[in-house]
Each structure stands twice: as structure tokens, then as C-alpha cells.
């Protein structure tokens, strides 16, 4: 079939590459080679139509209870919704590629028309001499269009692996801990594959957001204090490592580089070794920081650093303080080191004195040029799991701890890490997750529009 240069022909190639992928690649356009590699994964996805049919009935079935079938017979929900999400993945994927190949036949038609484009015709001679030719002569076509087509689509060759491994290894896990939110699944009468689990709707957010009083109100607490933790530990953390970087360089302390060097040891060494350390010695019975004190007669009794409801939430910002003020330190430093002398000098020209010219000069600048970091800092402390959970191991210092789970020291995502490893409430886990999510992902979104490769970024 001959295409027009007038585009009359247009909507031939678009109704043939619509009907059946890469058909218009061979029909019209000539490239056999691609056509049939699109042609082929069509025929591959229609032959896996009933693996597709069962995985999607099986996600909106979650299976059937079958308590007189032995148990590794039965049906098990969590594989099924699994399998679900993958299948709806590689659906997805595959009209995508559908897609691609539509826009892929009508932009070889545009060029065809613009640039005057012809196909190339191989004819064919006679005799057997010929016939080798022809064929040679088709197979050398081919394999120019096709490396052709390749140079083309190089950007999305290029992306597929990423995108991929974004879709299976994030999207895909993403979005089944998001569904599990909408479940039921939980311990003891809901857990695959002794038992089924079935779609609830928004019940668990009711119960959460308002149906209940008891996780309604550890839900509100829970909250607040990781919204206060995340600000605690991130202003102590930022003014703390402010401080050591205006004294280090304004005062003029010998071997600053020594002193630099043990400032960073805290921040070098892995946080839950910092964490268990810093958990035996703040121990109210036997820690070496009680025994120093009593020792020295500055107290009678023991401290409960960590066993006191409220004194443990002022210990776990002081000891974040101790092991995250070296990384704001040095970054305090390097944006110090940035500033041109040249207006400090103006400033004492001025008359300005030391405590003016950081408060005037100083901060402001190094603010300006961290606040970026200041906000991921925010975000980062509240999924700070290790900073909570192995300084304090969640000790019960609430009443409602049996009930829901949650302590008086608690963050969200330790609370999350209760709900699953020890209570396996996965439905009310994945519920919260979703929570956190919402709550971040505007400022991981405003971050990124701040970095200069969004601004600078053809989208």
C-alpha cells in the first residue's frame, strides 16, 4: 500500500496501528523488523489474557474461605492482591508501549510527508542470482531502518530500565501497602492463609479518624508528638551545629582541626550503635551516667532518663542533638566559607560587632542557602525510626499501649513498626503509612522544584 505526501493518508496509518500494534509499520510504512517486534508483544499479551483475567478477579476477590480445605491449599488474600497490582503494572506498561508505537507510525508518516521521505522498493530480478539479491537487498533495508528506528528511540531505550525498576521495585510496592489500607488484614481473624481478608472501604480511616475514641486519641497524640519531635530535633540540630561552626571560626580555637575531627565521630559512627550505647548509659538502675552522678554526690536518686513519660521526650531530642549537630556543623561551615570577606569588612566598617554581623550577616546568608536542607531535615526526623526506637525500645509509659499499641514516646513510624512486627494490625499500619505519605510528599515535591534541575529541565 502507497502512502499520499499529502496526508490524505493519515488516518489509514491510524486506524491500522490502533487495530493491531505494528501493523501499520508493515503495511504502510515498511519496517518489517519493528512491526513485528510490536506485532509480537501484542500477540504474547493476548495470549496471556487469562493469567490477566484471573490475577484482576482474584485482586477484587481477595479468594474464598475454604475452612475445610488444609490450610496450603487455601486461598491466600495477600498473594492475590499481589499478583493483582503486578498484573494491573504490566498492563499499564504494555498500553504504553501501545501508545509508543501509535505515535511511532504517525511520526514516521508526518517525516514522509514534510521531507518528501520515500520508502525504499527493492525489485526483484530474475533468475536465481537475483532472487539472492532481492534478498539481500530487503534484509540491508531492514536493518538501516531498524538501526534507524533504534537511534530514534535511543531516550526511551535508554529509560526503560529505570522506568521498570521504578514500576516493580516502588510503584507496584507503593501502591499494595496503599490497598492494604482499604483491608481487613489483621491478627487473629483476618491473616492469610488461615483465613481470608476482604475489602472494607474507608473503615479503618473512620476508626482511626473519629470511629473510635482510644486510636482516635493515640492517633492525635502520636501526632502531635512527631510533629513536635521532627521540629525539636531539627532546630536543636541546626542551631547546635550553627554554634560549633561560629565558634570554630570566629574564635580562632586551636587545633580546630582536631576538634573538628571529634565534633564528626558522632555523625560517623552508625546511628543505632549511638542509639544502644547511649541506652545503657542512661539506664535508671545500672548506666554509667547515673552511677558518675551519685558518685559525686550531685544526686541522691537515680534519674529515669528513660522510663519517665515526659523526661524521655526531652532525652531522645538531646541525645538526636549529640548525634545529628556535626552534619549542620560542617554545612554551617562550608556556606560560611562561601561569604565574601568583602562584606564582612563593610560591616565593621560600619561598626557592626560580632554578634551583629552573624545576625545580620551570618545567618541570614547560611539560612538562605540551607533552608532547602533544613526542610528535608524536617522530613527526614519524622521517619527517624532509630533515633526513638532503639534509644527507649518503646517502653509503655501510656494506658492505652495494650489496647492500640502505641507509647507514650512513639512517632509514627515506630508506632507502624508495633502495629506490624508485634500486633500484626497491617490494615491500621497501612493506614498511617498512607498518612505520612500525604504529609510528605509536599515538601519532597517543593523540594525538588527548588533543585536546578527541575528549573533548569526541559518537561
Aim: glycine share 6%; charged share 15%; net charge positive.
Amino acid at each position: 500500500m502507497k502512502l499520499r505526501l499529502d496526508g490524505s493518508s493519515r488516518r489509514s496509518v491510524l486506524i491500522a496501528s490502533v487495530l493491531f500494534m505494528g501493523l501499520a509499520h508493515i503495511l504502510f510504512l515498511k519496517q518489517y523488523i519493528k512491526g513485528l517486534l510490536f506485532a509480537g508483544l501484542q500477540i504474547f499479551m493476548i495470549t496471556r489474557i487469562p493469567w490477566v483475567i484471573t490475577n484482576i478477579r482474584g485482586m477484587i476477590s481477595l479468594g474464598e474461605p475454604n475452612p475445610f480445605v488444609p490450610v496450603i491449599y487455601r486461598d491466600h488474600s495477600m498473594f492475590m492482591l499481589i499478583d493483582g497490582v503486578i498484573t494491573v503494572a504490566v498492563v499499564f506498561l504494555f498500553f504504553c508501549v501501545y501508545f509508543i508505537s501509535v505515535k511511532s507510525a504517525l511520526k514516521l508518516y508526518n517525516e514522509y510527508c514534510t521531507s518528501g521521505w520515500r520508502i525504499p522498493v527493492v525489485e526483484r530480478q530474475k533468475g536465481f542470482k537475483g532472487f539472492v539479491k532481492f534478498v539481500l537487498d530487503v534484509v540491508l533495508r531492514e536493518i538501516r531502518a531498524f538501526r534507524s528506528s533504534l537511534n530514534n528511540s535511543f531516550p526511551i531505550l535508554a529509560l526503560a530500565p529505570s522506568v521498570l525498576l521504578v514500576m516493580f521495585f516502588i510503584v507496584v510496592p507503593l501502591v499494595f501497602a496503599s490497598l492494604v489500607a482499604f483491608t481487613n488484614y489483621s491478627h487473629p481473624h483476618n491473616l492469610p492463609p488461615a483465613n481470608t481478608v476482604d475489602w472494607v472501604g474507608l473503615e479503618n480511616f473512620r476508626h482511626l479518624f473519629g470511629g473510635h475514641t482510644m486510636w482516635t486519641s493515640a492517633l492525635t497524640r502520636v501526632a502531635i508528638w512527631t510533629l513536635v519531635w521532627a521540629f525539636c530535633a531539627t532546630v536543636t540540630c541546626y542551631f547546635g551545629g550553627m554554634l560549633m561552626a561560629v565558634i570554630m571560626k570566629e574564635f580562632k580555637v586551636k587545633f580546630s582541626g582536631f576538634f573538628r575531627t571529634i565534633f564528626i565521630l558522632p555523625y560517623a559512627v552508625p546511628a543505632i550503635i549511638s542509639m544502644l550505647v547511649w541506652r545503657n548509659l542512661l539506664n535508671g538502675s545500672f548506666g554509667a551516667i547515673n552511677r558518675t552522678l551519685m558518685h559525686f554526690g550531685i544526686i541522691e536518686n537515680i534519674i529515669p532518663w528513660l522510663t519517665d513519660r515526659w523526661l524521655v521526650l526531652f532525652t531522645v531530642v538531646l541525645v538526636n542533638l549529640w548525634a545529628g549537630f556535626p552534619y549542620f556543623m560542617l554545612l554551617a561551615m562550608g556556606s560560611m566559607t562561601a561569604i565574601s570577606e568583602d562584606v564582612f569588612e563593610a560591616a565593621k566598617i560600619d561598626g557592626a560587632s560580632k554578634f551583629q554581623l552573624f545576625k545580620s550577616v551570618t545567618l541570614p546568608l547560611v539560612i538562605f542557602q540551607t533552608m532547602p536542607l533544613i526542610i528535608m531535615s524536617f522530613t527526614h526526623n519524622i521517619n527517624n525510626f532509630g533515633a526513638i526506637f532503639f534509644l527507649t525500645q518503646g517502653h509503655p509509659f501510656v494506658a492505652d499501649s495494650p489496647a492500640t499499641g502505641a507509647t507514650g514516646v512513639d512517632i509514627l513510624i515506630t508506632w507502624i513498626y508495633r502495629l506490624t512486627m508485634e500486633r500484626m494490625w497491617y490494615n491500621y499500619a497501612s493506614v498511617l503509612a498512607v498518612m505520612i505519605f500525604v504529609v510528605l510528599a509536599p515538601f519532597a515535591i517543593f523540594q525538588f522544584s527548588r533543585t536546578k534541575a527541575f528549573k533548569e529541565g526541559e518537561l
